[in-house]
């Protein structure tokens, strides 16, 4: 099972950006959807943003026009360039296979933090 480590979150203000990777621990090629997920105090993990190895990118209403989601097969790295951030957008971000495996690891995930 691919495991992924996420960085790149911190403190922004709102309207800042901040750009997120993800470092797969194995090959992504063959893995079909690759996703950003989310988890706010409190409140459920939601997917924000997935892509296929080839179609249509998926994002959350929520984050549709500020957020895009990337991948670099290569490099084993998913991205997610965040723009527009707002104080809703704080939460742990989290990326995963769409849908994850069964009893998947979560790991810390990276912290953003959205506050003037």
């Known amino acids: 099972q691919v495991q992924f480590v996420e960085s790149g979150g911190g403190l922004v203000q709102p309207g800042g950006s901040l750009r997120l990777s993800c470092a797969a621990s194995?090959?992504?090629?063959?893995?079909?959807?690759l996703g950003w997920y989310r988890q706010a105090p409190g409140k459920e993990r939601e997917l924000v943003a997935s892509?296929?190895?080839?179609?249509?990118?998926n994002y959350a209403d929520s984050v549709k026009g500020r957020f895009t989601i990337s991948r670099d097969n290569a490099r084993k790295t998913l991205y997610l360039q965040m723009n527009s951030l707002k104080p809703e957008d704080t939460a742990v971000y989290y990326c995963?296979?769409?849908?994850?495996?069964?009893?998947?690891?979560w790991g810390q995930g990276t912290q953003v933090t959205v506050s003037s």
């Open positions: 892509i296929p190895d080839f179609g249509s990118l």
């Open positions: 194995g090959t992504i090629r063959s893995i079909y959807r």
């Open positions: 995963s296979q769409v849908p994850p495996p069964a009893h998947y690891y």
